[in-house]
């Protein structure tokens, strides 16, 4: 069974940033891709972005463009999400998730259906 754990998650205004990261002790890391998802109550768990196995593709879905940035450290086995001018609608439960079998690393994964393992999630705030 393959662990993930996310950190990073908290309490921010408006504008503000946080750094979320994802560890896991999956010693074929550097093999997989890694996607970041959010919920909220009462709502589907929404994309959020996606990193290939060596960070050569990389997708975010278009509210968080130009804002968020996804990355990996293949060496710590840690993907982060790098969250900048932070808004009320972000506020979520952030979840990292990652896949069972290797994939095309030209395939971009943005359903949650794709994915087999996921952290326990971790919660973001942004005040107004």
């Known amino acids: 069974q393959v662990q993930l754990v996310e950190s990073g998650g908290g309490l921010v205004q408006a504008g503000g940033s946080l750094r979320l990261s994802c560890a896991t002790s999956?010693?074929?890391?550097?093999?997989?891709?890694m996607g970041w998802f959010r919920q909220t109550l009462g709502k589907e768990r929404e994309f959020v972005a996606f990193i290939n196995w060596n960070g050569g593709r990389i997708y975010y879905t278009g509210s968080v463009k130009g804002r968020f940035t996804i990355s990996r450290d293949n060496a710590k086995n840690t993907v982060y999400l790098q969250m900048n001018s932070l808004k009320p609608e972000d506020t979520a439960v952030y979840s990292c998730?990652?896949?069972?079998?290797?994939?095309?690393?030209?395939?971009?994964?943005?359903?949650?259906?794709?994915?087999?393992?996921w952290g326990q999630g971790t919660q973001v705030t942004v005040s107004s």
């Open positions: 998730a990652t896949t069972a079998m290797i994939a095309d690393p030209s395939r971009i994964l943005s359903r949650s259906d794709e994915y087999d393992y």
């Open positions: 999956r010693r074929t890391f550097n093999n997989f891709p």
